[in-house]
């Protein structure tokens, strides 16, 4: 792998923490619902249809999030829902916008020693005012020469990155934590891939990936790219 000379790395539950923040926000949510009979599993289905069929249209980020659990609630709750709920909802979606952004530990060194070996290209998926603030807010930008934020990764996405960077695509290996979104499409596009796992990977980034595959690889944490490039 040390001959190849372009890498992109995902974001989001791959440089710094993300999912942790939405799932605290449910949790708040479902405390907040009060519903007399509905578990949790049970309400995060119902929250999980909504954004499978709202993605879509309007995309990803906090404040897509709060409007789904909006949604969600109107559908759910046991009494008439008034502004007032509905803005205690979208409360629990602006807390997550107010985090600090927390580097995932061995980010910082790993990515000093990418950066001097490889083209980086920091390439996420999301609100792009929302990733764009993370970025900044990160403290990584210098490690990266380009950053691209994009409505859906996607193996479309991955050719025409590839492309307008003038990378080619056995030569690049894509980095991050979501086997739907950094792994399978960037297989698909025929560029290389390393899973990063994280144990809060959002439910519905999950998927099966190759049980082998010599452009495919998964390492336990994102220090351990230094032993692979």
């Known amino acids: 792998m ?52 709202r993605i879509r249209v309007n995309g990803y980020g906090a404040v897509n999030f709060g409007r789904n ?4 609630y109107q559908t759910l709750a046991e009494k008439p829902v008034t502004e007032q709920d509905l ?32 083209h980086l290209t920091l390439f996420s998926k999301g609100n792009p005012e929302e990733q764009q603030s993370k970025v900044e807010r990160s403290g990584v930008a ?3 020469r380009s950053c691209r934020i994009v409505r859906e990764k996607h193996a479309a996405a991955y050719l025409r ?6 990378m080619k695509a056995d030569s690049t290996w894509m980095v991050g934590n979501s086997p739907k979104s950094d792994i399978n499409p960037a297989l698909r596009a025929g560029l290389g891939a390393v899973l990063v796992p994280h144990e809060m990977t959002w ?22 790219l230094q032993r692979i490039f």
Not at 88 to 97: G, K, N, Q
Not at 207 to 215: C, F, G, I, Y
Request: aromatic share 10%.
């Open 2 to 53: 040390h001959k190849q000379k372009w890498l992109l790395i995902d974001a989001d539950d791959t440089l710094w923490e993300n999912n942790v923040y939405y799932e605290h926000a449910f949790h708040k949510f479902v405390d907040l619902l009060d519903h007399s009979n509905l578990t949790a599993r049970q309400v995060r289905a119902v929250l999980d249809e909504i954004e499978i069929d």
């Open 69 to 72: 659990m909006q949604a969600c």
């Open 87 to 118: 803005d205690e909802v979208m409360r629990l979606a602006h807390e997550i916008l107010d985090k600090p952004i927390q580097l995932i530990e061995g980010v910082t060194e790993t990515l000093t020693y990418l950066s001097e070996r490889y």
């Open 142 to 144: 210098g490690y990266f």
């Open 161 to 166: 990155v590839v492309s307008e960077h003038g």
């Open 203 to 224: 439910s519905l980034e999950h998927e099966e990936v190759p049980a082998t595959s010599p452009r495919f690889q998964i390492v336990e944490q994102f220090s351990d």
